[in-house]
Nanobody
Framework: QVQLVESGGGLVQAGGSLRLSCKASGRTFSSYAMGWFRQAPGAEREFVAA????????SYADSVKGRFTISRDNTKNTVYLQMYSLKPEDTAVYYC??????????????WGLGTQVTVSS
């Protein structure tokens, strides 16, 4: 059974930084792409960032490009989301997603329970 457990969320002032982690178990982590999504109150879940199975290729939403960095450590079965220059509009529950294949273009079939990120102005 695949499990994704996020951590690292919290309350931070605008301009601050946070690093989210997602620890995966239950399948060969290094064989699958991973992603991060977020959902703000009253809004739909939206894509934030993704990374291929080996970390060679990444993708970002325009709203976070240049401020967020996704990375992975396949020896630790963990994917990270480093967030800099946080804005109040980044406030959301952040979800880790497990890919269906090596590329993030084929979608996701596993989800974590999320971690809350709140950015105060």
């Amino acid at each position: 059974q695949v499990q994704l457990v996020e951590s690292g969320g919290g309350l931070v002032q605008a301009g601050g930084s946070l690093r989210l982690s997602c620890k995966a178990s239950g399948r060969t982590f290094s064989s699958y792409a991973m992603g991060w999504f977020r959902q703000a109150p009253g809004a739909e879940r939206e894509f934030v960032a993704a990374i291929t199975w080996n970390g060679d290729t990444t993708s970002y939403a325009d709203s976070v490009k240049g401020r967020f960095t996704i990375s992975r450590d396949n020896t630790k079965n963990t994917v990270y989301l480093q967030m800099y220059s946080l804005k109040p509009e980044d406030t959301a529950v952040y979800y880790c997603a497990g890919g269906r294949g090596r590329s993030y273009t084929v979608g996701y079939n596993y989800w974590g329970l999320g971690t809350q990120v709140t950015v105060s102005s």
